[in-house]
């Protein structure tokens, strides 16, 4: 036989060596991974393709493979299978699920977990997150700071409650499946690289979030930034898109142009009714993906009276990005078009006009 490498081939010899010492594929054990970066499942069964074990979810941490190997020693000793007649397969492993594979093979990304807030207890990409990643960063390094200087560290970045965040951190290390040794400075230099990159990425939009906001301040456009959740950019690309207010069509056809409503067609003189067709295919995409975002941050953000209006068209069973689209278009235009900033309902005087139809 051929000997081959790889096990896309028509064989492995060191599967095909594992089976012959065996003596019968039932004393075979395989336990079959799909990875993913929280939870990975595993199924176990014999060489001969009997379930031992239903598939089931396991964590992408080191309690999750210890409990793995447990699960695994457990079935093996069940079906008298010798543990060295035991393999693991599965695709091929990502680079979340690297550390998870070494630790299976008792051999570990730097600190898997440490971009979650609910797990490390500092914010991601912020002061604390980005200095911690920019020097000297994996579990062996942070176990050796004491909690004290850690959390004094921490306080002289702007957290909040740096104890907890201490505590959180110094548990998560803990618990942290850990590169290879041989890997770790490698990756440190990469990692270290990769902050400088996102730092010099991060001024260079800063650097154009000011450009555009100085033109963007003097156009009408800027009142639609006095919408909760509509910021400098969205109302940019929606003022780019539109051109000149005076340019500015009726409210129907905005919402036409951007594609939030179906098309209309009058024929037959103004007793007929219009016939409504489909939704617009043909229309500024980029509009519509602003006006469609500024739906889903004023769904978050925006004024009680806005998202009070998204969930009663959720209550009528309606297409509410679409609607509070139409109703943000005809908003927008009215801000722009009187140069007033946008003001909730409970500021509004009884007597206030409410504007255009």
Known sequence: MKSKASIYGNSNPQLTKLFETAGHSAKVMCVALDYAKEKHTALICDGRGQLLQKSFPVENSSEGAQALLEQVRRRAKKHKIAPEHVFFGGEDCPSYAENFVRRLRQQNRLVPGFLDRTKSGISPFGQASLELMAERFSPEQLRRRSR?????????????????????????????????????????????????????????????????????????????????????????????????????????????????????????????????????????????????????????????????????LEEQGSHVEFGLAKRLLRLGKYLVLNGTVYRPKALLEPDTPKGPP
């Open 148 to 312: 004290k200087t850690l959390l004094q560290w921490l306080g002289q970045r702007g957290l909040e409650q740096p104890q907890a965040a201490a505590d959180q951190l110094k548990a998560l290390v803990q618990a942290a499946l850990e590169p290879a040794p041989e890997q770790a400075a490698m990756l440190q230099q990469s990692l270290a690289q990769l902050i400088k990159l996102y730092r010099g990425t991060s001024t260079s939009i800063g650097l154009m979030d000011k450009e555009v906001a100085y033109w963007l301040a003097r156009t009408p456009g800027a009142f639609l930034t006095s919408i909760d959740g509509i910021g400098v950019t969205l109302a940019a690309v929606w003022t780019a898109e539109l051109g000149p207010v005076s340019q500015w069509r009726a409210v129907r056809c905005l919402c036409s142009y951007s594609g939030v409503a179906p098309r209309s067609k009058q024929t037959g003189g103004p007793d007929k009714a219009p016939v409504v067709g489909s939704r617009q295919r043909r229309c500024n995409t980029r509009l519509k993906n602003a006006v469609l975002q500024a739906v889903q941050k004023v769904r978050q953000y925006g004024p009680e009276d806005l998202r009070q209006s998204a969930r009663r």
